[in-house]
């Protein structure tokens, strides 16, 4: 089973809004089995509209449309429904009261005519009841094409697709299932990772396909199988990922989309009952900004010292001018310096201390560009190691990130649970 979804909107054709909406639908289609064909953004032109959904018309089982539904006169998809489907728009007593209950009972104001007019849908049409706003969705078919229009708002968007639209495709149409495996690895880049599961890769069953996702300082390995059988699919996965952390088990970090290095940090610091703190000066707080996302970070997640300028690393962290003087802004001894001192300051178990040239220019520094040191504070020393991760910045601050990430778990992993 085939879908594709179309985002209507010029807003997003000249970049003055993301499409999220695209992302969340996929995800919630993949889930039920329904392979999502192509993603298409259009303007608000009905001739454009017209022309999209005649070329999709019996190319994919299911168009999903978001966007064009609203109180404003400039909201044309329902018109343009009714014009591909040969029908007209009638007032949908349910959607009136709905509205009239929103505006008049929530807002305390009168209703307008352009209140009123979001209750005009086409006849032929499936209303999809909308509670979080005023504009209903629609679901109309054609031939073998079913076209579901929904409005753009995001919140509104996922109401309805979660609520009416997942479990109306579950019940109309037969699917295959999908299913995917994650594996999120550090420490090594895609090319290396790739020619060590080369033999691995050859070997897969035809029904499983590899997909790698780098980004920098991490890869991830996506499995995804496709069939009638949920078992077979379910086993033929969980057996080559066995085989695959035999091979790669080192650089092996989770698994899945929600098994991130910080939700993993977290659950392991959680369970050897370890604290963390940082010092950061060249990644500017992304680290803390990456540890304290995760749910119960404050359980092992103390605070954080952002020493951008070299005043701040003196008056707040207390590192000595003489060293700095002496080994420069950027090194070894000053990113040892303050990962001792934000682990005694947070009396904390874990500190994480970076310093380095980001770019364009080296600052206070005489590094080169790219340079960045990072210190690791245990409960028994400090490991500090020195890279260079080129340019641009933000190739930088992500690889040392990401980097320092790893170095923490690597050394939590080394420890016995208490």
């Known amino acids: 089973m085939k879908a594709t979804i179309v985002t209507i909107g010029d807003e997003i054709l000249i970049g003055q809004i993301v499409d999220t909406n695209s992302g969340f639908i996929a995800k919630s289609l993949d889930r039920i089995g329904v392979a999502v064909h192509e993603m298409l953004s259009i303007s608000d032109d009905k001739q454009h509209i017209l022309d999209t959904f005649s070329k999709l018309q019996n190319q994919v089982d299911l168009v999903i449309i978001t966007g064009g539904l609203g109180p404003t006169k400039d909201d044309i998809t329902k018109h343009t429904f009714c014009e591909y489907f040969d029908d007209k728009l009638i007032v949908d007593d349910?959607?009136?009261?709905?509205?009239?209950?929103?505006?008049?009972?929530?807002?305390?104001?009168?209703?307008?005519?352009?209140?009123?007019?979001?209750a005009?849908?086409?006849?032929?049409?499936?209303?999809?009841?909308?509670?979080?706003?005023?504009?209903?969705?629609?679901?109309?078919?054609?031939?073998?094409?079913?076209?579901?229009?929904?409005?753009?708002?995001?919140?509104?968007?996922k109401y309805l697709i979660e609520h009416e639209i997942i479990p109306k495709v579950v019940q109309e149409f037969e699917r295959p299932y999908i299913l995917h495996k994650t594996i999120m690895t550090y420490g090594e880049g895609e090319s290396k990772v790739a020619e060590r599961i080369e033999t691995w890769e050859n070997n897969l069953p035809s029904f499983i396909k590899?997909?790698?996702?780098?980004?920098?300082?991490?890869?991830?390995?996506?499995?995804?199988?496709?069939g009638t059988d949920k078992e077979i699919l379910e086993k033929a996965i969980d057996d080559?990922?066995?085989?695959?952390?035999?091979?790669?088990?080192?650089?092996?970090?989770?698994?899945?989309?929600?098994?991130?290095i910080e939700v993993i940090l977290g659950r392991l610091l959680t369970q050897h009952k370890k604290t963390i703190a940082t010092a950061e000066s060249?990644?500017?707080?992304?680290?803390?900004?990456?540890?304290?996302?995760?749910?119960?970070?404050s359980n092992y997640f103390k605070g954080s010292v952002v020493s951008y300028a070299t005043e701040t690393k003196i008056n707040v962290l207390g590192i000595s001018p003489e060293l700095i003087e002496k080994c420069s802004i950027?090194?070894?001894?000053?990113?040892?310096?303050?990962?001792?001192?934000?682990?005694?300051?947070?009396?904390?178990?874990?500190?994480?201390?970076?310093?380095?040239?980001?770019?364009?220019?080296?600052?206070?520094?005489?590094?080169?560009?790219?340079?960045?040191?990072?210190?690791?504070?245990?409960?028994?020393?400090?490991?500090?190691?020195?890279?260079?991760?080129?340019?641009?910045?933000?190739?930088?601050?992500?690889?040392?990130?990401?980097?320092?990430?790893?170095?923490?778990?690597?050394?939590?992993?080394?420890?016995?649970?208490?």
């Open 120 to 157: 005009l849908v086409p006849s032929k049409c499936t209303v999809l009841h909308n509670a979080m706003g005023t504009a209903p969705g629609m679901w109309m078919k054609k031939e073998q094409t079913v076209f579901i229009s929904l409005p753009g708002v995001p919140y509104e968007m």
């Open 282 to 297: 060249c990644t500017g707080g992304k680290i803390a900004q990456v540890l304290s996302s995760v749910p119960g970070a």
């Open 210 to 226: 590899l997909a790698y996702l780098p980004s920098p300082g991490k890869v991830r390995l996506r499995l995804s199988a496709r």
């Open 330 to 418: 950027v090194s070894a001894e000053v990113a040892q310096a303050m990962a001792r001192s934000i682990q005694k300051i947070m009396q904390t178990d874990f500190a994480i201390a970076t310093t380095g040239n980001a770019g364009p220019s080296k600052g206070d520094a005489a590094a080169e560009v790219g340079t960045v040191f990072i210190a690791l504070a245990t409960p028994n020393e400090v490991i500090v190691q020195e890279f260079n991760f080129g340019q641009p910045r933000e190739k930088v601050l992500e690889r040392a990130v990401n980097k320092s990430l790893e170095m923490l778990q690597k050394e939590i992993l080394k420890m016995p649970l208490e």
């Open 240 to 260: 080559n990922v066995i085989s695959l952390t035999q091979i790669i088990g080192d650089i092996i970090v989770g698994f899945d989309e929600g098994e991130t």
């Open 94 to 118: 349910a959607v009136l009261a709905h509205v009239t209950a929103i505006i008049e009972g929530f807002y305390k104001r009168p209703i307008t005519q352009l209140n009123r007019d979001q």
